[in-house]
């Protein structure tokens, strides 16, 4: 039951990227080139997710835990430090160069399609190469 | 290169509810934040098979999305890419590099962490969307100007 109601969540998801156009990378970068071809469509993509998550999330948390779960598994780190922000700085370079960010990109990894799959070929080597860079600094620190 | 696309406003919000609905219903299930980057990272990367058997799963319901898309509508999502091979490789790598140090990408931290009024996902939200449309105009306007 758990891994077929996933199952169905990530087909919600996927159709919802699909539709959107969160899996165009035309539709994306014409969504931030508001000096060219201006699209603004992504900005209702954004406020249709979060307004739903945004007032969902307010009802589904007031369980005491989640259906298949022993607990909600929240992040709980508020602080803002270096490696978020110079982290997401450079995931918005990478954004606007190719078009795909993961979310928009993996559902139509099911698509087969050549440059889908180069991309998530190399994303799978940056995230690769990030957790060595961040074991490596780690291993460093306890050595200290 | 620049293709131009139309302005759908009503297919985007549709698109943006589900996308919303999705990620409330895996709190509902198996109590996670609904993150692209950090589902991926954790099936490279398992802790054992009952967190790995969850992420396989919605990424292979993920799949099935445009599949059904083209069962509904007679054909795929259009996927139409105007830049090189070389900025997909580039702009692939920068992302996978970014979203691990910076924890999570558009649907955990624009959707999921900005719902729950995060303020580190507040800060990396407005950050990337910064640093995107920075990007895209140095690359249309300045470089390809």
């Known amino acids: 039951m758990r891994l077929i109601s996933v199952y169905l969540i990530g087909l919600l998801f996927g159709i919802g990227i699909s539709v959107s156009g969160m ?122 | 290169m620049t293709i131009e696309t ?27 934040i609904m993150g692209a980057t950090g589902i991926v990272a954790g099936l490279l990367q398992p802790v054992d098979f009952a967190d790995w058997s969850w992420r396989a799963a919605m990424l292979v319901g993920m799949f099935s999305g445009p599949w059904a898309v083209f069962l509904m509508q007679g054909s795929l999502p259009a996927i139409e890419v105007p830049v090189s091979r070389g900025m997909l490789i580039a702009g692939g790598f920068i992302v996978g590099l970014g979203v691990t140090f910076g924890s999570g990408c558009t649907s955990g931290h624009g959707v999921c962490g900005m719902a729950r009024l995060s303020p580190r996902s507040i800060v990396a939200t407005g950050v990337f969307m910064l640093t995107a449309a920075l990007t895209v105009y140095v690359v249309r306007h300045v470089i390809g100007g």
Do not use: H, Q
């Open chain 1, 23 to 144: 899996s165009n990378p035309a539709k994306v970068i014409n969504f931030f080139d508001v000096a060219g071809t201006w699209d603004p469509s992504l900005a209702f993509v954004m406020g249709g997710a979060l307004g739903v998550a945004f007032f969902g999330y307010r009802v589904v948390l007031r369980a005491p835990k989640p259906r298949f779960g022993a607990a909600f598994l929240l992040p709980t780190r508020r602080d803002l430090d270096g490696t978020l922000i110079g982290g997401s700085a450079a995931f918005g370079v990478g954004w606007g160069i190719s078009g795909f960010c993961p979310g928009g990109a993996l559902p139509v990894v099911g698509t087969g399609r050549a440059e889908v799959l180069i991309f998530a070929a190399a994303l799978m080597a940056g995230i690769l190469a990030a957790k060595w860079i961040m074991a490596r600094r780690a291993s460093a620190l306890a050595k200290a």
């Open chain 2, 6 to 32: 139309a302005f759908t406003p009503f297919a985007s919000l549709g698109g943006g509810v589900l996308i919303g609905l999705a990620s409330v219903l895996l709190m509902a299930t198996v109590g996670r």
